[in-house]
């Protein structure tokens, strides 16, 4: 199967997608120092209490970036395996390999370089924030070790949420053989989960049931995808 990724990996073309991470990544502390001054740009709206705690900021931010990140994967997605499946099927269904380890290497590497390229970036921007909020605060709160453990959970979960969708996604366009199918669901999908996060945003059982339950659901599509490309005419 390693071997198989290696492949999936050479043969496609992560430039552009490298290119995407740098340009995400900028965005990353671009938005975060954004959310940390919003309370001294607005100081009478009482909306902006939201950001004047660092749990709040790291939910907003992470809750971005999945939604960035499941978007990104559908695009990935769309690339190798919905494009592949449509125009290449027959010399797919050529190679002297099992269905099923093809596509589960073209889930594999697309997942891995999603949920590794969205915890860097996170990694990085949290970093750096609280760094320089350590020298000099912007939010006016203590920044605790419990913060910053808190805030490698969730964007553990939140990484998880954002792979799953794409997985979904892929699925659903996979059925229709459409690229645009695909994107558009993985915005639904994100939005929806957003919504249902976003109203209990400080506290973590919502984040923790939906980021299992979507990701025992992509678990299954996953496993429901095989067999489709198992039994798929050309």
Do not use: W
Not at 60 to 84: A, G, P, R
Not at 110 to 126: A, D, N, Q, R
Not at 220 to 231: A, G, P, R, S
Request: glycine residues 2%; neutral net charge; hydrophobic residues 55%.
């Amino acid at each position: 199967m390693f071997r198989l990724m290696t492949l999936e990996y050479k043969r496609t073309n992560f430039k552009d997608y490298y290119i995407a991470d740098i340009a995400i990544l900028f965005a990353a502390f671009a938005f975060i120092y954004l959310f940390a001054n919003l309370p001294r740009l607005e100081p009478l709206d009482p909306d902006m209490n939201m950001f004047l705690t660092y749990m709040n900021i790291t939910s907003l931010l992470c809750m971005l970036f999945m939604v960035i990140f499941s978007i990104l994967s559908s695009v990935m997605f769309s690339k190798v395996v919905i494009e592949e499946y449509s125009k290449h099927a027959i010399l797919l269904f050529s190679y002297p390999i099992k269905r099923f380890k093809i596509m589960s290497a073209k889930i594999l590497v697309v997942s891995l370089f999603t949920i590794i390229s969205m915890l860097i970036i996170l990694v990085l921007s949290f970093g750096v924030f609280y760094f320089t909020e350590s020298l000099y605060p912007l939010v006016k709160d203590v920044l605790t070790p419990e913060i910053i453990q808190q805030t490698c959970k969730v964007s553990v979960l939140y990484s998880l949420c954002a792979i799953s969708i794409g997985i979904i996604s892929m699925r659903v366009g996979l059925g229709k053989k459409s690229v645009s199918v695909t994107i558009v669901t993985s915005i639904i999908i994100s939005s929806v989960i957003c919504n249902i996060i976003g109203i209990a945003m400080n506290t973590d059982i919502i984040l923790i049931v939906i980021s299992l339950l979507i990701s025992i659901i992509a678990i299954v599509i996953v496993i429901d995808t095989n067999k489709y490309v198992d039994n798929m005419e050309v």
